[in-house]
């Protein structure tokens, strides 16, 4: 993860300069010191084992399919000791050849004191092969976006440790390959939380 991603995120969610409190740079700079390459590994390794995440194949399969890595990537999110759930809705489209629910992974970290202003680092967990319908093939989609997937989880291991004014959230976003569907589900409960 790139140290610049933490230097804007931690100046939007410092707390006002004091003598006594860190600066952004010494924050931002301290969290990127704890990535660890060998966690962002594992994670892309074990989203490629879900065979295919594509947003059509299997929500109930235990092992395999975007339902089985979100449930996953959830999971993971809660270790961290965050408010974790599913952002769900069902979407219609023309990518999608019925009704499908599509769901995200989330987790909310609250702000201490300015809880509605609100920074969302997210990645895609869905994949696909080059027939964006093809949901049976395997669709490892290891750098798009297991990586983006797998760096959510870690800025939220890392984060997860220090306290903000503002809230964090961390999102894997489903549909996104079938049409941005997970996205337009977070900014549609972003909306319902009154989010800022």
Not at 38 to 63: E, I, M, N, W, Y
Not at 122 to 148: E, L, Q, Y
Not at 154 to 172: C, H, M, N, Q
């Amino acid at each position: 993860m790139r140290q610049f991603a933490f230097l804007g995120l931690l100046a939007l969610a410092a707390p006002a300069s004091t003598n006594a409190s860190p600066t952004p740079e010494q924050q931002m700079l301290a969290a990127a010191g704890q990535v660890s390459e060998a966690r962002l590994r594992a994670d892309v390794a074990r989203l490629v084992g879900f065979g295919t995440r594509h947003t059509l194949s299997s929500q109930t399969d235990p092992k395999r399919g975007i339902g089985a890595a979100v449930r996953w990537a959830e999971a993971e999110l809660k270790k961290n000791g965050l408010q974790t759930l599913q952002t769900c809705e069902t979407m219609e489209g023309r990518r999608l050849p019925a009704p499908t629910r599509i769901c995200n992974a989330v987790a909310i970290q609250r702000g201490t004191e300015r809880p509605n202003d609100v920074v969302i680092i997210t990645g895609h967990i869905d994949s696909r092969v080059s027939d964006v319908m093809d949901f049976t093939k395997d669709a490892p989609g290891a750098n798009d976006d297991g990586s983006g997937t797998a760096a959510v989880l870690e800025a939220a291991r890392v984060l997860s440790k220090r306290k903000f004014p503002g809230t964090i959230v961390y999102a894997a976003l489903s549909g996104e390959e079938q049409g941005l569907y997970g996205g337009k589900v977070l900014v549609n409960y972003a909306r319902a939380q009154g989010w800022n």
